[in-house]
């Protein structure tokens, strides 16, 4: 197949007609790997196990160390590939019982791993074409079929690589996931199958009606011939029972995840019986994707398995089911459907670890998701958690849920402010742990207290303390990043920037790419003169998430001070391209024209940031500036004084306001400005002397 300038998106009713046109444009020029997308196929992932297991044996022979450095990526959603590159290391959570994990990962996490898959696979390209070999070209099949993570995974991977060397194809019978559909409205050709030019074969299945519905059951039910179709909704229920039921013990024995996750759990829940095997079946998969935190898989399965059981007789699990398919709403941002489930539970059940649950849950999502944030309503109700956890009959139980509610109310007494209170309730948790527990028993949820613990410290300013705190927990845990930047922070506080990129450069050696991550240690980099590390640090985060505002901020700020006023303006336009009213952005283009002495241009980029946030300090001190440089001073002092109210007594913003009210003939209040700025540290003191001179 070619590989021209763009990406491919083709569009057709039928796969067979997607394929032979696909088979018409190739010249042998360049390696071409199929992978096809069903859902029922292999749930989360479904397609990309196909590219990997492809191109991974010959690049761990061939390019070793890349496959090395993208280890962590590549397994964490399939495991299974550590038969070709051996596995990855664990970590507390990865190693602990089920029934003890109080550290869960969501959607972010997973397209922090695609991101991270997504990068081998770019550099596996640009190296094979430097050695002289065939381009590569994926084609993605039945990617309107796709499960949520492979279609932001083929969004990621088509936005980010260059079809001269990793063309994407995207082959499709109906629309695609909004992200997919907005990249390759960008990124790709877009051709159809239905038309004549396609010569289309028309269908023909001479099968009898009893071979049409086994072969639509053998393909999992993703057959989209018409004929099998129809067999298959004709035919007689017991039949379709028992051929469920023999593709499930057919596929079932030395499965791996993927192939349990979407054909095992389909098969069973259509077999004949759905309640048993199918639950048990959607039970497995559940566990592997809460663990792994395939978020949309896991509402998937959660209300899958809540309709094959009853939530009388097997309440346990229908709680399971509800609760993590309720936080995994959480994380796709579905917070009114998350409540509903929480709810649901409270109307079922009138038992009090039901309640505590449920009232944890709902405190969560009032003082960490919900807009605005309701801290007061979530102390109501993370009280009533806490409470009736001390009420549990079991004194295990009483312990151990005491300890978690006391840790959720912490957090949300430190989201009131009240550092001291939270930090009473951890170390009471901690204390209480330690005296009852064994060493090695929930080994997982107290390295979570002594986190909040470290956190809670930090905040408060006692930052040796802290910083021991996270040594401590990076030795218990040494492969969760999250540790690392923090202590990173701490070190930055201390002016220590060596031992801050340490930990950041051993986080990125270790994790999958956060965005975050990387723009923390390109601010480092920049405190210490590495403005080409900083540099490489923000053209990653921009390449992985160009939407991300403060990087694509700092970086054109960088530039700006740099000289490179034309970068640093293609850098703000190509920001607002994604988000046009984002006032920082707008804020920055107007402080860029004002760079050039352009107060007119300025100017409406700068009213339009303060009609997104009348209290932006930046943008109120440019349009200032603007203000002053075309005369009019009167109205500069106006936009000063809001700033002065916003950010409190600054030394530049009252030399600012002191020479605008100079320029209105008003001395005494300039005096006063300029005075006032002497006094703080950080002034100009040689122009806020010249300045007073000026008014006398």
């Known amino acids: ?305 809540r309709a094959v059981i009853d939530p009388v007789r097997e309440r346990k699990l229908f709680l399971r089911f509800t609760q993590h398919a309720a936080s995994a709403l959480v994380a796709l941002d579905r917070l009114r459907e998350s409540l509903e489930l929480y709810l649901d539970l409270r109307a079922r059940y009138a038992d009090a670890k039901v309640h505590m649950t449920a009232s944890y849950s709902i405190a969560m999502l009032h003082t960490r998701f919900f807009v605005p944030r309701d801290h007061e309503a979530a102390v109501g109700w993370q009280n009533n958690a806490y409470t009736l956890a001390s009420l549990l009959p079991d004194p295990d139980e009483r312990r151990t849920y005491s300890v978690f509610q006391a840790n959720g109310l912490a957090l949300v007494e430190m989201h009131r402010g009240n550092l001291a209170r939270a930090l009473e309730l951890v170390d009471g948790g901690i204390a209480r742990l330690d005296e009852e527990l064994g060493d090695q028993e929930w080994v997982l949820h107290r390295s979570q207290l002594f986190y909040n613990r470290a956190r809670l410290h930090a905040a408060l300013g006692r930052a040796d303390e802290a910083y021991a705190e996270f040594t401590e927990l990076i030795e218990l845990d040494p492969l969760y990043t999250d540790y690392l930047s923090e202590r990173a922070k701490i070190s930055r506080k201390r002016g220590d920037l060596q031992a801050a990129l340490a930990d950041y450069d051993r986080a990125v050696q270790i994790g999958p790419p956060f965005p975050e991550l990387y723009y923390n240690r390109g601010t480092a980099r920049l405190a210490v003169d590495d403005v080409d590390g900083a540099f490489e640090d923000f053209a990653y985060v921009l390449e992985m998430e160009p939407g991300d505002v403060d990087t694509r901020l700092t970086r054109a700020e960088l530039l700006l001070a740099s000289g490179d006023v034309t970068a640093a303006h293609a850098d703000v336009v190509a920001g607002l391209q994604l988000a046009p009213d984002e006032p920082r952005l707008l804020a920055m283009l107007g402080t860029i024209e004002l760079e050039q002495d352009q107060p007119e241009q300025a100017l409406p980029h700068l009213d339009a940031a303060l009609a997104g946030d009348p209290r932006y300090p930046a943008a109120l001190v440019n349009r200032a500036v603007a203000h002053f440089r075309l005369g009019n001073a009167a109205t500069a002092v106006d936009d000063l004084t809001v700033a002065l109210d916003v950010v409190g007594a600054d030394p530049d913003v009252l030399l600012n306001r002191g020479m605008a009210y100079l320029a209105c003939a008003k001395a005494e209040l300039a005096v006063r400005d300029f005075d006032a700025a002497l006094a703080l540290p950080g002034a100009d003191v040689d122009e806020l002397r010249h300045q007073l001179e000026l008014c006398r």
């Open 1 to 305: 197949m070619p590989s021209p300038q763009r990406h491919l998106r083709l569009r057709g009713g039928r796969r067979a007609d997607r394929q032979r046109h696909l088979a018409a444009l190739r010249d042998g020029d360049a390696h071409v790997i199929t992978a096809f997308c069903h859902h029922r196929l292999h749930g989360p992932y479904t397609g990309v196990d196909t590219i990997l297991r492809e191109v991974l044996p010959d690049a761990q022979r061939q390019r070793p160390e890349l496959v090395a450095r993208h280890q962590v990526e590549l397994l964490y959603g399939i495991p299974e590939l550590a038969a070709l590159i051996g596995p990855a290391p664990a970590t507390l959570a990865s190693a602990g019982p089920f029934a003890q994990r109080t550290r869960f990962y969501g959607a972010q996490m997973i397209r922090c791993m695609s991101q991270g898959v997504v990068t081998f696979l770019i550099e596996l390209a640009r190296s094979r074409s430097a050695a002289g070999e065939a381009p590569l070209c994926l084609v993605f099949e039945d990617v309107h079929a796709a499960e949520p993570t492979t279609s932001e995974f083929v969004a990621l991977l088509a936005r980010r690589c260059d079809p001269a060397t990793l063309r994407v194809v995207v082959s499709t019978a109906d629309d695609v996931a909004p992200e997919l559909a907005e990249v390759l409205d960008r990124v790709a050709d877009d051709e159809s199958c239905d038309d004549e030019s396609c010569d289309a074969e028309p269908e023909q299945d001479d099968r009898s009606h009893e071979e049409l519905v086994a072969a639509y059951v053998r393909s999992d039910g993703t057959s989209d011939s018409q004929a099998k179709i129809d067999a298959y909704r004709a035919a007689d229920p017991v039949v379709l029972q028992r051929l469920h039921d023999e593709r499930a013990d057919e596929l079932e024995p030395g499965a791996d995840w993927g192939t349990l996750i979407g054909a095992v759990t389909y098969h069973r829940e259509r077999g004949a019986d759905p309640h048993g095997r199918g639950r048990d079946a959607l039970d497995r998969a559940f566990q592997f994707c809460v663990e792994t935190g395939f978020s949309a898989a896991v509402v998937d399965l959660g209300l899958r398995g």
